[in-house]
T-cell receptor, first 116, second 113 residues
């Protein structure tokens, strides 16, 4: 597709389970970002991938959160041993070129994660 | 600590009027500022970008200003239409955090016919 694709669009799981969220960025975009948005809140930065560089993981809230990007394209955000406070919308974005140029970020519609 | 503030109260405005949104920041030296629109259940959509050395940027009915002295950006929607109803987010990127946008919580705009 032409835009950023995220799956699943909704995920309901029990506390303590692991979840995997997927992001397909726009083809050719070298930068990929994950954000978290809680109800009525702004976007909280989680992690940033740029090309083949080591990812910037400074926003990950705990070691239960991890992400990888395979082949410079698809990314997976994994949350282990989910907690109720992990409930939020997880948004993925991609952009072209590098962080030294301020390119707009193109967002997917997110995965709404609900932890019971 | 670094902070971005947008008015949390919804802005209700009549069709045809100009909507003005405020984004204030503290303890930042942003190099770039971006504005996004977000509709319910959707991801943000990029609208405008302005650099620290630019005072004003326009795109169709949208105008953004950036005042580094006041530490403030204003976002204007002129001749507003009901289709402009959405939440508008400001976001900063600083020179010590390239690639990472820091977002405000957003302001909801409701345009009534």
């Amino acid at each position: 597709g032409a835009g950023v694709s995220q799956s699943p669009s909704n995920k309901v799981t029990e506390k303590g389970k692991d979840v995997e969220l997927r992001c397909d960025p726009i083809s050719g975009h070298t930068a990929l970002y994950w954000y978290r948005q809680s109800l009525g809140q702004g976007l909280e930065f989680l992690i940033y991938f740029q090309g083949n560089s080591a990812p910037d993981k400074s926003g990950l809230p705990s070691d239960r959160f991890s992400a990888e990007r395979t082949g410079g394209s698809v990314s997976t955000l994994t949350i282990q041993r989910t907690q109720q406070e992990d409930s939020a919308v997880y948004l993925c974005a991609s952009s072209s070129r590098t962080g030294y140029s301020n390119q707009p970020q193109h967002f997917g519609d997110g995965t709404r994660l609900s932890i019971l | 600590s670094q902070k971005i503030e947008q008015n949390s109260e919804a802005l209700n405005i009549q069709e045809g009027k100009t909507a003005t949104l405020t984004c204030n920041y503290t303890n930042y030296s942003p190099a770039y500022l971006q504005w996004y629109r977000q509709d319910p259940g959707r991801g943000p959509v990029f609208l405008l970008l302005i650099r620290e050395n630019e005072k004003e940027k326009r795109k169709e009915r949208l105008k953004v200003t950036f005042d580094t002295t006041l530490k403030q950006s204003l976002f204007h929607i002129t001749a507003s239409q009901p289709a402009d109803s959405a939440t508008y987010l400001c976001a900063f990127m600083t020179t010590d955090s390239w690639g990472k946008l820091q977002f405000g919580a957003g302001t909801q705009v409701v345009v009534t016919p």
